[in-house]
């Protein structure tokens, strides 16, 4: 069966310097999680349609793992999410720290990208992997990186930093 995508999953890289990194004005670094747990831990996928089989890679080209990560809310949100969303056609997976200066151009402008091509199909999904302590990102911290630079897209903490297998983070953004 030829399982062709909703939603294609794309990973635009941005490689920057190190040096361009440093804090980004968001206070309150939260190093614990608050947000209480919904308790949500159910298997059955949001749509009808599978998320692509494996093999999943980290090259060009590869189909990427379904990562879980942690919703603002305190739920959990995958890109099989992503993936059942009929009125997406693309998606760009934007990886951003609190600690990355170079983030916050980036961030600034992506919610007029978004307003710009969302009709035509762009979603994006902003995954918080880090605070600007260069902790894993929580889901308060990524609620708040959220709120700080008003993105009208998803937002999601990455706590266990899955989706730094698909670059170097001191590369951030992503």
């Known amino acids: 069966m030829n399982v062709m995508h909703r939603t294609s999953l794309l990973v635009l890289p941005a490689f920057l310097a190190l040096t361009g990194c440093g804090s980004n004005g968001i206070d309150g670094d939260a190093t614990e999680d608050t947000t209480p747990d919904t308790g949500d831990t159910s298997d059955e996928p949001a749509c009808e349609t599978d998320y692509p089989s494996g093999p999943y890679g980290v090259s060009a080209g590869d189909t990427i793992d379904n990562l879980t990560f942690a919703s603002v809310d305190g739920g959990t949100y995958t890109l099989h999410d992503c993936f059942c969303d009929d009125s997406s056609k693309l ?69 266990d930093l899955g989706i730094t297998a698909y670059f170097d983070k001191t590369t951030a953004p992503m």
């Open 91 to 159: 998606l760009l997976i934007y990886a951003t720290a609190g600690w990355c200066t170079a983030c916050e151009v980036e961030s600034s402008d992506l919610p007029g990208v978004y307003g710009d091509f969302h009709d035509q199909g762009l979603e994006i999904l902003a995954v918080v992997f880090e605070n600007s302590s260069a902790l894993p990102a929580t889901p308060a911290y990524a609620g708040e990186y959220n709120d700080y630079y008003g993105f009208p897209f998803t937002a999601v903490a990455d706590p």
